[in-house]
């Protein structure tokens, strides 16, 4: 089974507009569950109608944490088996239930357990979306000053085939749902931003097993970046992230042990 976790935030009109990014009549094989952070009865009844499962408990919560909280809902009602998949999807992203089948099956050839795609900002593909870049260093905020990006995104152009990158954009990533345990989730310390680049670089430096990317399978993201506004509650969170980041990477990754799944496998 392949559980699919969207958050919305506000995203009422969009994910309605959209039919869950897509993936309502996905068929069988493919289940959908929306976690509602701003409670709104349309959606409510919108999944009500359409047999969706949906959650309004708990709202104003950070984006790990409501992923977790989706992962525990999914666990505990469903339950999850040795070779399903959660994936963590973006309220504006839109991807084709054959994609998400087709990667899928790649995934489980390659014996992959983290994968991101194509992530395009245009019906057309045409805007490419950075969603996977290099992971954050001491040296990133003098690169912010220069370059007004606080990392360096791959060159998509001359990726033609399937290979590993740094960290992937939390707004697609599929996740083997027994690594996802082994990895403990996302941490909940990141309210917003960051908790991506960390979950990444968790699973490269904790457990061996780097992000795939796939560049044949594609998707839309109508991306936002709230953050670019520097005195913006978004941007206080992206750089209180950031930083935080930085220290787990340089003063406590590098000194853990390798994870084990914990309570959360079992």
Known sequence: MIHIAIVSHGHEELLIASNLGGLLQAGEG???WVKDNKPSARLKTYCH?????????????????????LYAQIKSESGFQQDDYFVVLNPDLSIAPETLLALIEQMKKDACVLATINLYRDQEYLTSDANIR???TLFSLLRMTIKRS???????????????VDWASGAFLVFDAMHYAALQG????????????DICYRSQQLLGKGVLYYPQFKA???????????????????????????????????????????????
């Open 186 to 197: 996302f941490d909940q310390a990141y309210f917003m931003y960051f908790e991506d680049v």
């Open 49 to 69: 109608e359409h047999l969706v499962t949906y959650f309004d408990r708990m709202p104003g919560l950070g984006f790990g944490e409501n992923n977790n909280f």
């Open 220 to 266: 839309i993201h109508l991306a936002a970046h709230k953050n670019r506004n520097i005195v913006s509650q978004h941007a206080i969170w992206f750089f209180s992230s950031f930083m935080k980041f930085l220290s787990r990477r340089y003063f406590l990754y590098q000194r853990q042990k390798p994870l084990s799944a914990s309570n959360w496998a079992k």
């Open 30 to 32: 493919i289940r959908v």
């Open 134 to 136: 290099r992971f954050p």
């Open 150 to 164: 606080i990392t360096k995104n791959y060159d998509k152009k001359n990726m033609r085939s399937a290979c590993h």
